[in-house]
């Protein structure tokens, strides 16, 4: 009787995710600045989780601020179909 | 007492004429500085591309003020009871600044760093940025 394959699982090899204003520094997230805030939403203009960009909680919650400000004063868009 | 520092953004129409938008502007400045408010910094992006039309206008004027006042003033409301009584207005949104935000807006002004995104601010409304940048840096000094 031939017998079963063994499944092993290989585990893939990632660079751990950091997040980028604890590393550089960074105290205050400016609303003013669609292009920088582009990073931490996806092609609708939802906001991206913290598992996907790696920022900590204290700065995921003044990103979601800083992006909801923007929204507001028109310089980032509420919805999108492709803004990527 | 400590002095508070806030920041208010303005979006106005772009059917205003040159000097519609500059009486706008300085009627907002007054109010502040009347109310005891001390204006720090303004700037005018000039006309800007919203990222969604609002009464369907797909552009508008931007101004900032970033001004510092007494906590207990009732500054920021004067001011927003002015902006929605404006029809020239769009959006607005006054905010207070912590000490970081204060930084950072020090550090910005000076031009210390993020110089490539005043720049690309204005590379968005080249023509309108051009008339209208040399009369605000002459009024800031």
């Known amino acids: 009787m031939a017998k079963r394959q063994k499944y092993t699982r290989v585990p893939v090899i990632r ?5 980028r204003f604890k590393k550089s520094g960074i105290k205050y997230i400016d609303y003013k600045n669609p292009d920088f805030l582009m990073a ?9 989780p913290r598992r996907i960009t790696g920022t900590s909680l204290k700065y995921q919650r003044k990103v979601a601020v800083a992006v909801k400000r923007c929204r507001h004063i028109a310089l980032l868009p509420y919805v999108a179909d492709q803004m990527k | 007492m400590e002095k508070t520092h806030y920041e208010s953004v303005v979006v106005l129409t772009p059917v205003l004429s040159e000097k519609m938008l500059q009486d706008a502007v300085s009627s907002f400045e ?13 700037e005018n992006w000039g006309l800007t591309k919203m990222a969604y039309p609002i009464q369907k206008k797909t552009t508008g004027f931007y101004q900032i003020f970033e001004f510092t006042a007494e906590a207990d003033a009732q ?8 902006y929605r009584r404006d029809e020239q207005v769009l959006r607005y949104l006054c905010i207070k600044l912590d000490k970081h935000a204060i930084k950072y807006n020090e550090r910005r002004r000076n031009g210390e760093f993020k110089k490539a995104k005043i720049v690309d601010n204005t590379n968005a409304a080249p023509v309108a940025e051009a008339k209208v940048t040399p009369v605000t840096s002459e009024e800031e000094e």
């Open chain 2, 75 to 82: 500054i920021v409301d004067k001011l927003e009871l002015a």
């Open chain 1, 15 to 19: 660079p751990k995710k950091y997040c």
């Open chain 1, 40 to 48: 931490f939403i996806n092609e609708q203009g939802k906001l991206l």
């Open chain 2, 30 to 42: 007054k109010l502040i500085t009347e109310n005891g408010g001390e204006l720090i910094h303004k």
